[in-house]
């Protein structure tokens, strides 16, 4: 197992246009969290999914954020229309589900919106 | 709702010495975990060590260990023997540990730790 994998690593994109990235966890981890994480901050919860349910999202998630989970294998998170706020790291996690399991993490997918 | 702090944005320690992190947090509920990730400049978050809080004893593995002081709302992190790969931002993280929940890492802003050679 290569661990949790997430693509891009870097995105740059402009103003107002939209982006996907995409997270493949560690196979058979039921449990998937998206993070933010911005310049001296640390991560910040966006959602998260139990296989392919989407079972709760923060108020971070503005209505220009989509994220999915087909087949409860990997996720997408889309962001519509993006904004300079939106530049930030996006890390995924994923865990088994066992309540005392760490959530295993990827590398992320640094995003600059300019 | 549940909030870490650490209150030290940067530390730096001489190779083989020893640091110690601070962490404290707030949360109403009476059983949770308590995490200590390594996040290198690679970016990938590595955990360090665990502590569930119904346990006293505090968790130890290898050169780093922890003092969990439940009253107080305090988990520090003490790394022995630094050496140079330690250098990287560590960051205290709170889970709460009830079913049905989503088990969400809450994390602190961080401390940036540097080892001097």
């Known amino acids: 197992d290569t661990g949790v994998s997430q693509d891009p690593r870097h995105k740059i994109t402009k103003r107002g246009q939209n982006v996907t990235f995409r997270c493949d966890p560690i196979?058979?981890?039921?449990?998937l969290y998206w993070y933010r994480q911005t310049l001296g901050q640390g991560p910040e919860f966006l959602t998260y999914?139990?296989?392919?349910?989407?079972?709760?999202k923060s108020r971070l998630l503005s209505d220009r954020f989509s994220a999915e989970r087909p087949k409860g294998s990997f996720s997408t998170l889309e962001i519509q229309r993006t904004e300079q706020g939106d530049s930030a790291m996006y890390l995924c996690?994923?865990?088994?589900?066992?309540?005392?399991?760490?959530?295993?993490f990827g590398q992320g997918t640094r995003l600059t919106v300019v | 709702a549940q909030t870490v702090t650490q209150s030290q944005p940067e530390m730096s320690v001489q190779e083989a010495e020893t640091v110690t992190l601070s962490c404290t947090y707030d949360t109403s509920e009476s059983d949770y975990y308590l995490f200590w990730y390594k996040q290198p400049p690679s970016r990938q978050m590595i955990l360090v060590i665990r502590?569930?809080?119904?346990?006293?004893q505090n968790a130890t593995e290898n050169r780093f260990s922890v003092n969990f002081q439940k009253a107080a709302k305090s988990f520090s992190l003490k790394i022995s023997d630094s050496q140079l790969g330690d250098a990287a931002m560590y960051f205290c993280a709170y889970r709460s540990a009830y079913g049905g929940a989503t088990n969400k890492l809450i994390f602190g802003t961080g401390t940036l730790l540097a080892v001097q050679p």
């Open positions: 996690a994923s865990s088994p589900g066992l309540m005392n399991t760490e959530a295993f």
């Open positions: 196979s058979e981890h039921n449990r």
């Open positions: 502590q569930e809080a119904y346990k006293q």
């Open positions: 999914f139990q296989n392919e349910a989407q079972l709760e």
